[in-house]
């Protein structure tokens, strides 16, 4: 029996012209209005996603269900898987300052990701949204956020969709796709190179 597809729901984060705090508000409705989206297409029978705290990590659902979410100004994300951990992540594709990158990417990552052997090439936005994505993504499955950056190494490019990278040690792949000028990475531990998603993309403006 085939493995159903994994579901990553994406949307438009409603009007930003409001104060900060309120802008941070609307994004999170709206990535829990993504989320519910998607898990209500992959047949999850919950409707209550919690985390352990304000700022926490997801907590399964009542199911046993994993879920992660994503947002910023422009784009939010939502997945749920019903047994593996999993993680997605956004980001506009944007160039990032020298000290950045060289802060989530060691001298071997960036020569993957296109910089000259001299260094003194530079990696691209679209390499670094790629990079940051899937690093995001890996840690948020592994459930320790930003803190495990260190353990998380990029080691292969495979075509513009797959990466695959490691967590002490152990491999996985992230999974991407594009929408306007924004990279959606996703990851769930344990996948292989035949994982399917379906990408639930937002209507388009007129």
């Not at 994300?77 to 950045?100: K, N, S």
């Amino acid at each position: 029996m085939s493995r159903s597809p994994v579901i990553v729901a994406i949307a438009r984060t409603p009007d930003q012209d409001r104060p900060a705090p309120e802008r941070v508000l609307a994004q999170r409705r709206s990535a829990r209005e993504a989320l519910a989206l998607g898990a209500h297409r992959a047949g999850c029978p919950d409707t209550a996603f919690e985390k352990s705290s304000p700022r926490g990590k997801p907590v399964p659902t009542a199911s046993g269900w994993r879920w992660s979410i994503s947002h910023d100004a422009t784009f939010v994300a939502g997945t749920v898987h019903p047994t593996d951990d999993i993680g997605v992540d956004l980001e506009r594709i944007a160039l990032r300052r020298r000290m950045l990158v060289e802060r989530v990417a060691n001298g071997t990552e960036r020569k993957l990701l296109g910089e000259s052997t001299s260094g003194q090439g530079e990696i691209d936005a679209l390499g670094f949204a790629r990079l940051w994505t899937s690093k995001e993504a890996v840690l948020k499955a592994e459930g320790v956020g930003i803190a495990g950056l260190s353990a998380c190494r990029l080691t292969g490019l495979f075509g513009p969709a797959v990466t695959e990278l490691t967590y002490r040690g152990e491999r996985r792949l992230v999974q991407h796709t594009r929408i306007d000028e924004h990279l959606v990475s996703y990851c769930r531990k344990g996948a292989t190179e035949t994982e399917r998603i379906v990408w639930m993309m937002p209507p388009q403006r007129p």
